[in-house]
């Protein structure tokens, strides 16, 4: 039903869903602004597993032009409910929840991306020292994209990994200038 429903509200079908074992079904998707997303009805196999330690991912975001048009897909698609913190024009996110959970945050990127650019999905992955797994992620051969720096949610930093992959980092440790 999902992979219709995809299709249905202007995403584009990149691998329709394919079991994998018995431990569940995969699909992946692109929705109206360009950005991809993996979808799992699991089996064996529940997903992720372990949530809010160290090395795991601990926030999901997409960055987008298309902001109307992805809280839309994203509500009707996954059936995730949108609720706005900030609808300023110089700041517009919206939180993505279930019944229990947020699960993601939608931020409307036009302030500050060039018109057509494609949107994406960032991964925050929770750190304990940002700094040090940032030299840690360049030793072992990623880049800075974004250097290190205190945030309300703690200290943010983006590298790319080898491959040009980028995530961003998220410790609960601030500098020692804070």
């Not at 299709?7 to 394919?18: K, N, R, S, T």
């Not at 109206?32 to 597993?49: H, L, R, T």
């Not at 160290?54 to 997409?62: A, D, I, K, R």
């Not at 900030?86 to 919206?94: L, N, Q």
Request: charged share 20%.
């Amino acid at each position: 039903k999902t992979t219709e429903l995809a299709a249905e509200h202007g995403g584009q079908v990149l691998v329709a869903p394919m079991k994998v074992g018995d431990l569940g079904t995969m699909a992946f998707y692109v929705d109206p602004g360009g950005a991809a997303i993996g979808a799992w009805q699991s089996e064996k196999f529940a997903g992720q597993g372990v949530i809010g330690e160290s090395g795991t991912p601990s926030w999901f975001e997409l960055h987008t032009t298309l902001y109307q048009p992805a809280l839309v897909f994203y509500r009707d698609v996954f059936g995730w409910d949108p609720q706005p913190v900030s609808d300023d024009p110089s700041f517009r996110y919206t939180v993505l929840r279930n019944e229990a959970d947020m699960l993601a945050g939608v931020m409307d990127a036009s302030a500050f991306w060039p018109e057509g650019e494609a949107s994406r999905w960032a991964v925050y992955v929770k750190v304990d020292d940002t700094d040090a797994t940032l030299a840690r992620a360049v030793e072992l051969g990623g880049t800075v994209v974004d250097a290190a720096e205190d945030t309300p949610y703690g200290r943010l930093a983006t590298a790319t990994d080898p491959t040009g992959a980028t995530f961003k980092l998220l410790g609960t440790n601030l500098s020692a200038a804070r």
